[in-house]
């Protein structure tokens, strides 16, 4: 089979190198000297360094060439590139010939608060397509450590295609059509993982992150419930499962985001010192502009807000949090 990962960051090339393993590969990238170093050196030095890219991997700036017979598409930019991404592809090739799409990112669009895959709907229709999530470090992935991830589409193809991609080796693909819970789990953890940051980076013990990271997933449940999507979505890879590795782990880029903001340092400092994009620093004010319009309760997300907007202090949006009353029910699914 012949795959193309659009985007070279780091975990869309860990994804291209697991895949090489028994497909191939075209990984296109924007930067025309990213593409270059790449292919003189076999390393994404930029995003992804000390990991070699195999040879079956080709690496190409031309995206008509990285699209070009391709049974299988992965888009693999960050959120905000996702619309321009599928309107290029659109300049080249008419939806109507597009194969199986699949796409990376987890976040919410800042202006519209579109999930992905009503991005992809609003941007190409009809396709068959879907949300390829779950707990992944791009490292360990290229590593060919184990990983599990889940293929959220109404299509039964894209899953199909996606097992046929990817599930060998270390890596496990599972199938889910709650796009909306696993979408929006993917974006909503990064948020909770910048406040587990700041808990840890002030000290507040393992005591009080199990406490926050516990609130966190209540208050993504709500929304999402809100929002059509399952409960029990929350409690799987794309709810629990990546909620903990991304607020717990230590390569977690929202998690830095949180520590650096513990001990004071602005939001504009920690993002050029990361040179890596952290989704949960945007998704933010979308967030709680979409618990307003289903009118929810985010308290953490709210405070995650104020203080990557310089609103607050970490010890100051940590004292809300605390001073808030207490709530009668815990329960995942009733907590309003």
Request: charged share 20%; aromatic share 4%.
């Amino acid at each position: 089979m012949r795959i193309a990962v659009i985007g070279a960051g780091a975990w869309g090339t860990a994804l291209a190198i697991h895949i090489a393993g028994q497909h191939e590969l075209i990984l296109w990238a924007r930067d025309p000297e990213q593409v270059r170093s790449m292919q003189l050196d076999r390393e994404n030095k930029r995003y992804l360094p000390g990991f070699r890219l195999p040879e079956r991997i080709t690496i190409t700036d031309s995206l008509q060439q990285a699209i070009e017979g391709a049974s299988l598409w992965i888009l693999a930019t960050p959120m905000a590139g996702l619309r321009e991404c599928l309107t290029d592809i659109d300049r080249l090739v008419s939806p109507k010939h597009w194969p199986v799409l699949l796409w990376l990112c987890k976040g919410l669009e800042r202006g519209s608060g579109l999930l992905a895959h009503q991005v992809v709907e609003q941007s190409v229709k009809p396709l068959k397509a879907g949300a390829l999530s779950g707990p992944s470090f791009a490292q360990e992935t290229a590593q060919g450590l184990p990983v599990a991830l889940v293929v959220a589409s109404a299509h039964e193809d894209c899953a199909l295609m996606a097992r046929q991609a990817m599930h060998h080796a270390a890596m496990r693909v599972y199938a889910n059509e709650d796009l909306i819970g696993v979408e929006l789990g993917g974006a909503l953890k990064n948020i909770m993982a910048i406040a587990a940051g700041v808990s840890d980076g002030l000290g507040m013990g393992n005591n009080a992150r199990a406490a926050l990271l516990t609130r966190g997933l209540a208050e993504i449940a709500r929304l999402g419930q809100r929002m059509g999507a399952r409960a029990q979505t929350f409690m799987g890879l794309t709810g629990l499962g990546d909620l903990l590795l991304t607020a717990t782990g230590s390569l977690s880029r929202n998690r830095q985001v949180g520590l650096a903001l513990a001990k004071g340092a602005s939001i504009s400092q920690i993002l050029a010192e990361l040179g890596h994009v952290a989704e949960g620093v945007y998704t933010a004010e979308v967030a709680v502009q979409l618990a307003a319009r289903f009118d929810v309760d985010m308290p953490i997300t709210q405070a995650v807000h104020r203080l990557v907007s310089g609103e607050l202090r970490a010890d100051q949006a940590l004292q809300a949090l605390l001073a808030r009353a207490g709530r009668h029910n815990e329960s995942l699914q009733t907590d309003q």
